[in-house]
């Protein structure tokens, strides 16, 4: 039997979610995909136009099939921690069973079972804003978002997960050097996310044989790092300074997740793996 994916964090074909996908879908995988509720809407009706149809093409000239895609918001477990204000929001209000305990209960019902879980995704409100000015909220926000979600998809998810699967998340260098510009508590959500790959590998792993890894990524001109603002800065840094002097195409991401969640990686868990042209090796650029 093929392997089953879920994919959570994909709303374009434009960012590391989408390309992952694809190259789950070129190994054979079968394709469930989570996708921001405020932007369902637009994401199905771009598939279903065809305006996807170039980026799905996968090696052998077939199309990517994305079986479902289900409607997801990770800062919420379950429907009693949804405020009245987000739920009667008209982005909101025309779907159902979007909270984690709602999708993993919703892709139960319709497939039993999951070999492979991706956590891309991450919002931080504040991002432009140095970690000095950065409030409370706009801190605990991006922490809600970008790293406890992936808890909450692993505890929610793992029931049924197949034992011997895996779970990838997409983590970024700032989480332990200094990136200025990767504001709003985004660096510390990334540091909690990696601390939480060790720590998570190890109870997923006793528990059900389940192995945690991320990928620290390098530079990509996805949605959300345009919405930073310093991305085409950061793309022309990686470019002078790293090892391999090439741009990064979303494609090589994809395939280190495809490897990772494969067999061949059957004993790596709990690593953050760098798939960045080398860049995170550097201590001076040259
Ligand atoms: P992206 O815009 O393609 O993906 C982010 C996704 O998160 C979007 O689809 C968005 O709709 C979704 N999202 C935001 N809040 C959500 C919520 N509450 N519930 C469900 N979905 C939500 O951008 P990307 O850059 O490909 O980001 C994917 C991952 O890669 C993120 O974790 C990001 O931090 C990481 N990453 C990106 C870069 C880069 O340069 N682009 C570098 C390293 C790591």
């Known amino acids: 039997r093929g392997k089953r994916a879920f994919i959570a964090g994909v709303a374009d074909d434009n960012g590391y979610g989408w390309a992952i996908a694809k190259s789950l879908a070129a190994a054979g995988a ?3 995909v ?3 509720v405020p932007a369902l809407n637009i994401f199905e009706t771009s598939l279903r136009r065809g305006k996807f149809d170039e980026s799905r093409v996968l090696p052998d000239g077939s ?4 079986t479902k895609v289900y409607p997801l918001d990770a800062v919420y ?12 929001n008209k982005r909101y209000a025309g779907s159902t069973n979007w909270t984690v305990k709602e999708a993993a209960e919703s892709v139960k019902q319709d497939f039993g079972t999951i070999d492979i879980l991706v956590h891309s995704l991450a919002n931080g409100p504040e991002v432009s804003k140095p970690l000095l000015e ?3 909220n706009g801190y605990l926000a991006a922490i809600s978002a970008s790293s406890y979600s992936f808890v909450s998809l692993l505890k929610h998810f793992l029931p049924i997960m197949n034992p011997g699967g895996a779970t990838i998340s997409l983590t970024y260098i700032a989480s332990e050097s200094i990136i200025p510009g990767y504001g709003g508590g985004m660096s510390s959500a990334k540091a909690a996310l990696e601390s939480d790959t060790r720590v998570l590998a190890f109870e997923a792993g006793r528990k059900h044989k389940i192995r945690v890894n991320t990928i620290s990524a ?7 790092a345009k919405a930073i603002g310093f991305i085409d800065m950061m793309i022309d840094y990686s470019l002078e300074n790293a090892p391999l002097q090439k741009e990064l195409s979303a494609d090589e991401v994809g395939n280190a997740a495809a ?28």
């Open 30 to 32: 079968e394709i469930l």
């Open 77 to 88: 477990d379950s429907p009693e921690d949804v405020p009245e204000d987000v739920k009667t």
């Open 259 to 286: 490897f990772l969640a494969s067999p061949l990686a059957s004993a790596i868990t709990g690593a953050v793996v760098y798939v960045d042209n080398g860049l995170n090796a550097m201590g001076v650029g040259v």
């Open 34 to 36: 989570g996708t921001w």
């Open 134 to 136: 950065t409030s409370r």
């Open 218 to 224: 390098g530079p990509l001109r996805s949605r959300a």
């Open 63 to 66: 199309l990517m099939e994305i």
